[in-house]
């Protein structure tokens, strides 16, 4: 798995449109089961599991915020995470070339969500955490990754949210 799996998982909901891809736990399953997030066989059926990943998206949603703002997340939001990380049952694992990574004993939404905090661990640990962030535009919250030099991107993308934010800094300029 990767960041992708991650900026994905957040892009679920299209903010702007207010369209929401999981609508149904078992949409929700399919796009995890899709992902190797859980497995083949297992199903989410269950409305409390599509709210327990929702809660979480959002969460995650928040501490990308912070990426660019340099801000510390809502305690709530990192509260979310921790306890989703308390039901993956994260583990230290062992791969065939010796490396150690973190890795989900619980299956299911918990197991399929603990994969997704043992991504974000791993990026934490490269130095590329940071790099995933959500769009400025208060109304887009769109999770991408910057491959910016300097990591100062601020939108999801510079011809339409980037344009504008500049053309309302702009009037609000030419206003005062």
């Avoid at 491959?147 to 980037?162: A, F, K, L, P």
């Amino acid at each position: 798995m990767s960041l992708d799996t991650i900026v994905e998982f957040v892009n679920t909901v299209d903010l702007e449109a207010d369209e929401e891809l999981f609508t149904d736990p078992s949409i929700l399953g399919r796009w995890m089961n899709r992902r190797g997030l859980i497995g083949k066989e297992e199903r989410i059926t269950d409305q409390r599991d599509l709210a327990i990943a929702l809660e979480f998206r959002e969460a995650l949603r928040q501490v990308l915020v912070c990426h660019h703002d340099q801000c510390e997340p809502p305690r709530s939001s990192l509260d979310v995470l921790e306890e989703a990380g308390r039901q993956a049952q994260l583990t230290v694992a062992f791969e065939a070339d010796g490396k150690s990574v973190l890795a989900p004993r619980a299956a299911g939404i918990d197991g399929g969500l603990g994969r997704l905090l043992a991504d974000a661990h791993a990026a934490e640990l490269s130095g590329e955490w940071g790099r995933l962030k959500v769009c400025s535009n208060d109304g887009c919250r769109w999770a991408f990754y910057d491959e910016s030099r300097n990591q100062s991107r601020r939108w999801c993308r510079m011809e339409i949210c980037g344009n504008r934010a500049k053309v309302k800094a702009h009037r609000a300029r030419r206003s005062a």
